[in-house]
């Protein structure tokens, strides 16, 4: 395995796999781009090269038959690219690229090339989320009426935004909340629910903070047979919330952080709403169960190791989160953003083409933002 990107999360992946936490990967290469991160990569256990840019590690096919990238988000999809060209899988952090667009390009190169791809979409391995799932795939909640999330785990700080100089910003990172952290629960959504057939959203960009992406959005999305759903994230509140409801006609579930409320009904409450000879629910029989789950590490190891089964194994099948699916959460972000631009409800899937016009202006805008502040601090 080769590596690109050395920042916190790559060195905390390139950690695990020297320490052997991996047991069917090897770190074989670094791509660190400053003396400092040269200087890291070198004490690191094992045998491994360290190379200073991309073009030096592309030069040494032989090193490695696979590349995990955790680069800045704008810079995945050329990197991808470039190393499937090459003949060699990928794993990449969130997400796969700004658009959906890029996330498709770069699933049809691996296929093109029968290639592996993944993403590290981990908290698909969370139990509360499978546990969820399976009741979902099961049927026993009956048909979906009604869904609710409520996120606000990912409280961040001023420093948090400056940490990086692509952070927060269009032109750096595409985006805010739902183009970072966003992409984990937007791939949870769409992994339990589906995809929308519209959605409109409201995002108050900069809201908490002093600039134009987004660190709140709310997001009403419209599904057949009238199932409506509303999602709700943001990184400016200290209290931290999870919550999830999911209402169907034969029971519901409320996820509340790392516990799970079941309420099962003795009869299809639809058919109970036609049938009983009463004016309430009172005759409808319900049950209810809770399932706490213990807070574990995140299951990082287990990704990785998941992907290099895969690769041993020449088996796509076999990942948990094949990189196709990044386009999903991609596209759900794309459309928000362009709903709140343009202040109107959008269909799925979105105008690629009218997307990237309208992310080159609000990129023009910011840059121009930027200048003028700059020419007032001087």
Same mark, same amino acid.
């Given at each position: 395995?080769?590596?690109?990107?050395?920042?916190g999360?790559?060195r905390?992946y390139?950690?695990?796999?020297?320490?052997?936490?991996?047991?069917?990967?090897?770190?074989?290469?670094?791509?660190?781009?400053?003396?400092?991160a040269?200087?890291?990569?070198?004490?690191?256990?094992?045998?491994?090269?360290?190379?200073?840019?991309?073009?030096?590690?592309?030069?040494?096919?032989?090193?490695?038959?696979?590349?995990l990238?955790?680069?800045?988000?704008?810079?995945?999809?050329?990197?991808?690219l470039?190393?499937?060209?090459?003949?060699?899988?990928?794993?990449?952090d969130?997400?796969?690229?700004?658009?959906?667009?890029q996330?498709?390009?770069?699933?049809?190169?691996?296929?093109?090339?029968n290639?592996?791809?993944?993403?590290?979409f981990h908290?698909?391995?969370?139990?509360?989320?499978?546990?969820?799932?399976?009741?979902?795939d099961?049927?026993?909640?009956?048909?979906?009426?009604?869904?609710?999330?409520?996120?606000?785990r990912?409280?961040?700080?001023?420093f948090?935004?400056?940490?990086?100089?692509?952070?927060?910003?269009?032109?750096?990172?595409?985006?805010?909340?739902l183009?970072?952290?966003?992409?984990?629960?937007?791939?949870?959504?769409?992994?339990?629910?589906?995809?929308?057939?519209?959605?409109t959203?409201?995002?108050?960009?900069?809201?908490?903070?002093?600039?134009?992406?987004?660190d709140?959005?709310?997001?009403?999305?419209?599904?057949p047979?009238?199932?409506?759903?509303?999602?709700?994230?943001?990184?400016?509140?200290?209290?931290?919330?999870?919550?999830?409801?999911?209402?169907?006609?034969?029971g519901?579930? *409320?996820?509340? #952080?790392?516990? +799970?409320? !079941?309420w099962?009904?003795? =009869?299809d409450?639809r058919?109970?709403?036609k &049938?009983?000879?009463?004016?309430?629910?009172?005759?409808?029989d319900?049950t209810q169960?809770?399932?706490?789950?213990?807070?574990k590490?995140?299951?990082?190891?287990?990704?990785?190791?998941?992907f290099?089964?895969?690769? *041993?194994?020449g #088996?796509?099948? +076999?990942? !948990?989160?094949?990189?196709? =699916?990044?386009?999903n959460?991609?596209?759900? &972000?794309?459309a928000?953003?362009?709903?709140?631009?343009?202040g109107e409800?959008?269909?799925?899937?979105?105008?690629?083409k009218?997307?990237?016009?309208c992310?080159?202006?609000?990129?023009?805008?910011?840059?121009?933002?930027?200048i003028?502040?700059?020419?007032?601090?001087?």
């Amino acid at each position: 395995m080769a590596l690109i990107g050395v920042g916190g999360m790559g060195r905390k992946y390139a950690e695990m796999i020297a320490a052997g936490k991996v047991p069917s990967m090897e770190l074989t290469a670094l791509v660190c781009r400053n003396d400092q991160a040269r200087a890291w990569a070198q004490g690191l256990s094992g045998q491994h090269a360290v190379f200073a840019d991309t073009d030096a590690l592309y030069a040494h096919p032989e090193l490695y038959g696979a590349v995990l990238i955790v680069t800045p988000h704008r810079t995945h999809p050329e990197l991808a690219l470039k190393v499937f060209a090459l003949g060699k899988h990928v794993l990449c952090d969130k997400p796969a690229g700004v658009a959906a667009s890029q996330a498709q390009a770069m699933a049809e190169a691996a296929e093109s090339k029968n290639l592996i791809y993944g993403m590290i979409f981990h908290q698909r391995l969370y139990p509360k989320y499978r546990k969820i799932k399976e009741i979902l795939d099961s049927g026993d909640l009956g048909k979906l009426s009604r869904i609710l999330l409520v996120n606000t785990r990912y409280f961040r700080t001023e420093f948090y935004h400056h940490s990086g100089s692509w952070r927060s910003s269009w032109n750096g990172e595409g985006g805010g909340v739902l183009i970072n952290q966003g992409q984990h629960i937007l791939d949870i959504w769409q992994w339990l629910f589906g995809m929308p057939q519209k959605l409109t959203a409201q995002i108050p960009f900069g809201k908490y903070n002093d600039f134009l992406v987004d660190d709140e959005a709310i997001i009403m999305m419209s599904y057949p047979d009238d199932l409506t759903a509303l999602f709700l994230l943001t990184t400016g509140e200290a209290v931290h919330q999870e919550r999830l409801e999911m209402t169907g006609s034969k029971g519901k579930i *409320l996820m509340e #952080d790392d516990t +799970l409320h !079941i309420w099962h009904y003795g =009869d299809d409450s639809r058919h109970y709403a036609k &049938t009983a000879q009463v004016t309430d629910g009172k005759l409808l029989d319900i049950t209810q169960e809770v399932i706490s789950f213990e807070k574990k590490d995140e299951p990082y190891p287990q990704m990785l190791e998941n992907f290099a089964q895969a690769v *041993l194994a020449g #088996d796509s099948s +076999l990942l !948990i989160a094949p990189g196709a =699916d990044a386009v999903n959460p991609l596209m759900l &972000t794309n459309a928000a953003y362009l709903s709140a631009w343009k202040g109107e409800s959008v269909a799925l899937p979105i105008d690629e083409k009218e997307y990237d016009v309208c992310l080159a202006e609000i990129c023009q805008k910011e840059a121009e933002n930027e200048i003028q502040r700059s020419d007032r601090m001087q």
